[in-house]
């Protein structure tokens, strides 16, 4: 499931606190919602925030050289891709000739098919695995993945508290109450509709460890490293000594406190070495997959510290006996590094919780996947 439990709190939080918004979205109006961020050099970052996308604010840069247009990630949405488009086209009358997409979730590739029709010929680029991976993966998996985000339960929820006039915690279903549920519910099924019918169109160039490609002039580093997903791409632009690493490099949508989520595997150290491959590159800017862009490495370097803060501590438990995941969660002391990912909220939770997961998932590192309890 994308980004596990993380995802989905942050899916049905944000579907409830957008409860006065409809679903219907115009591509002006969707444009109005585009965060915009120029980089220069013919650099620009379109972030679609979660008001628009209803998933995460996924960035999309666009890449503007002497003869094309080159985008990395394209978003979750068609009305978002048709808003990122038409901006494209607003900045120059070059067609996009290359779209990058970083790996498989599908805030990164949904918006595909609009670039497709738009522009003839593209080139759709990705790692082979990640698109070995989607072509496993077509809408009717986003719509099975979707289902794990408690809409039943909520549905259920809801039905009782019309009967008795009380919710689940004991306060009481007030009209206004009662339609935000009925709308938030309401606007989640049009969501899972939405994704539904959404054409999946899958990349028509793959490579394995490394691509290098040039257009107008500008060279292109494509590397294949590990994040939240296998095989995901990282774009180094070495001639305006920018990195675009999809969510290899994620923070949260305001920047602030610790990345939102860990991995769908359990390969933590891969991506640990991923995160020091990107520290040894000549940076001026960083564009993660999620968040504002970042204008030096204190938060990869501060990740990395984490990160191997937490792995080192993990194994270094288990190899002095601790077996069940509570103890070696109890030997694990990151705490030093929540207050320089700046202020939570609340205070510390979202820190803790990241370090939770990221310790279970080291555990199953170092014991081959197996589960402890």
Sequence with gaps: MKRGLAAAFVFLATMA??????????????????IREDLGDGITVFRAPSDLDYWTATNSVVIISRDDVVVFDSPTRAVTARAVIAEIRALTPK?????????????????????????????????????????????????????GFGMAARRAELAAAIKTGRLADGSRLTPEVRARKERSIAMADQFEAEVRALPRVLPNVVFRDALTFW??????????????????????????????????????????GPPPWTTNSYSVSPWLDSLRRLDALD??????????????????????????????????????????????????????YAAAYGPATPPDEDFQQWVGALTKKAIQEALDGSEVK
């Design 17 to 34: 606190a957008r409860a006065a918004s409809p679903l219907e979205t115009s591509v002006e109006k969707a444009r109005a919602m585009l």
């Design 215 to 256: 257009s107008g002039g500008r060279e292109f580093r494509l590397m294949s490293l590990t994040g939240d997903a296998a095989a995901s791409t990282v774009l180094y632009l070495p001639g305006s000594r920018v990195a675009v690493t999809g969510d290899v490099l994620v923070s949260p949508e305001d920047g602030k």
């Design 95 to 147: 067609p996009v000739t290359v779209l990058i997409n970083s790996h498989w979730h599908q805030d990164h590739w949904s918006g595909n098919d609009e670039y497709a029709k738009a522009f003839p010929g593209l080139r759709i680029i990705a790692t082979e695995q990640t698109r070995d991976f989607m072509a496993c993966m077509p809408a009717a998996f986003f719509v099975a993945e979707m289902e």
């Design 283 to 336: 940076l001026s800017a960083i564009v993660p997959g999620q968040g504002p862009v970042m204008r030096d490495k204190a938060y990869l370097r501060r990740t990395i510290e984490v990160y191997a803060a937490v792995i080192g501590q993990v194994r270094a438990a288990l190899a002095h006996g601790a077996v069940r995941q509570e103890d070696v969660r109890k030997a694990v002391d990151v705490d030093r």
